[in-house]
């Protein structure tokens, strides 16, 4: 079992910035891939970006040039830089991971929301 925890949202103008914090505990070892999702109401929830045990990423078109995920082992957690925020990136933002051999993200954190608003 892994249990996931986010923290870093909150409000910012468009242009702004926010860096969310992702802290991984229990079967840490197992992970083989972590990575971010985000979803607002009445959608499905969306890829934002995924970093793998390589340090290898991954980003939605949407987001490319503007986000940065990176990772920390030492600390057991995850980040995602998110520079010249707008609108649309409005969202609630979710930390997941999935272990060794697995094909898809199998634990999720609680959420943390992200408003960016004028």
């Known amino acids: 079992q892994v249990q996931l925890a986010e923290s870093g949202g909150g409000s910012v103008q468009p242009g702004g910035s926010l860096r969310l914090s992702c802290v991984a505990s229990?079967?840490?070892?197992?992970?083989?891939?972590m990575g971010w999702y985000r979803q607002t109401p009445g959608k499905q929830r969306e890829l934002v970006a995924t970093?793998?045990?390589?340090?290898?990423?991954m980003y939605a078109d949407s987001v490319k040039g503007r986000f940065t995920i990176s990772r920390d082992s030492a600390k057991n957690t995850q980040y995602l830089q998110m520079n010249n925020l707008e609108a649309e990136d409005t969202a609630v933002y979710f930390c997941?991971?999935?272990?060794?051999?697995?094909?898809?993200?199998?634990?999720w954190g609680q959420g943390t929301q992200v408003t960016v608003s004028s």
């Open positions: 997941t991971c999935r272990r060794l051999r697995r094909t898809s993200f199998e634990y």
């Open positions: 229990g079967s840490i070892a197992s992970i083989a891939e």
């Open positions: 970093i793998n045990t390589d340090g290898r990423t």
